[in-house]
């Protein structure tokens, strides 16, 4: 087999040379999926692919028909930035399915032909890629990492905000084919990994945000009626909470963030009214 040093040197040659997929292929093949070996490496090729989309960002990017390089795409493949990446269905893209031997049912991958209207320059399209491999590579419990070393390259790098649906996949939800805020759940969402990369970076503004529409969404008022007795499947990180209080407190001379912190402990004198409530309920029964 593979030594691990050998492992390990041909999985960075290969993220050197931005042949992501074959890197992250070689990772897989050759690693346990729990091993701490598979972990580190698949996090230093996206870590690697992340710093790529930053750095095109920032560059604002060439547009796409500057590109010289073949960009149309198979039925199987997306050519760009990040190398080629053959994609897994989601309910983003808006091209229609392709079969796959799926028959008259139409199931399979979805096509990897470029939606031109939503991309049109190689940032952009470095940044569908990106959301192409976690997607593809994040499974199980390797999601919630990858998406956390994604959020804080970013974070790290630079002071754009995150990519929309990157925040909405912590909040565990999916973006519509519209790229509304609205979206499907999924199992994988870990608000607590997000909120803490924000306030590791003290991006204050972006983490107050972020809390207030995680207690919009999770509040109590918002569940079907059976669940509102149920009020223990709603998770809160409330110890981040304080630590963003305490944050929003000692920056009280931002006008901007004083409002947030405001709305925030009104929202949190809501939420824990609430659950008082409805814990008294529960014992009243």
């Known amino acids: 087999g593979v030594m691990p040093d050998t492992l390990e040197g041909m999985t960075l040659r290969l993220t ?33 692919m992340t710093a790529h989309c930053v750095s095109l960002h920032l560059t604002g990017g060439a547009p ?79 999601k919630v990492p990858l998406m956390t070393t994604v959020a804080r390259t ?3 790098q630079s002071d754009m905000h995150l990519p929309a ?15 509304s805020a609205s979206g499907r759940k999924l199992n994988a969402g870990d608000p607590a990994a997000l909120l803490r990369a924000y306030l590791e970076f003290n991006r204050l503004f972006e983490a107050a945000t972020f809390a207030i529409q995680l207690l919009q969404t999770s509040h109590l008022q918002t569940l079907p009626t059976l669940q ?20 929003l407190t000692r920056s009280n001379n931002d006008k901007r963030l004083s409002g947030l912190g405001r709305s925030l402990n ?14 008294r309920m529960l014992i009243a029964c």
């Not at 598979?38 to 870590?47: A, E, Y």
């Not at 209207?117 to 470095?126: E, M």
């Not at 649906?165 to 790229?179: N, Y």
């Not at 509102?228 to 944050?247: D, K, T």
């Open 16 to 48: 050197e040379l931005g042949r992501y997929e074959s890197a992250l292929t070689l990772v897989c093949s050759w690693s346990r999926p729990a091993s701490h070996a598979h972990s580190s490496l698949t996090q230093r090729i996206f870590t690697a």
């Open 64 to 142: 796409i028909q500057d590109w010289s390089q073949d960009q149309g795409g198979t039925d199987s493949q997306w050519t760009g930035p990040l190398g080629s990446i053959q994609p897994e269905e989601d309910a983003y893209f808006s091209s229609p399915p392709c079969p796959t031997g799926g028959g008259a049912q139409g199931r399979g991958r979805l096509s990897a032909r470029l939606p031109s209207q939503r991309v049109d320059s190689l940032a952009a399209l470095a940044w569908l890629q990106l959301r192409c491999f976690v997607n593809k590579f994040g499974v199980c419990e390797l």
């Open 154 to 156: 970013i974070l790290q």
């Open 165 to 179: 649906w990157l925040v909405q996949a912590f909040m565990g939800q999916r973006a519509s084919g519209d790229g």
């Open 228 to 247: 509102q007795h149920q009020h223990c499947a709603v998770w809160l990180p409330h110890g981040l909470f304080e630590s963003l209080r305490e944050a």
């Open 266 to 279: 009104n929202l949190l004198s809501h939420h824990e009214a609430s659950v008082a409530k409805e814990s």
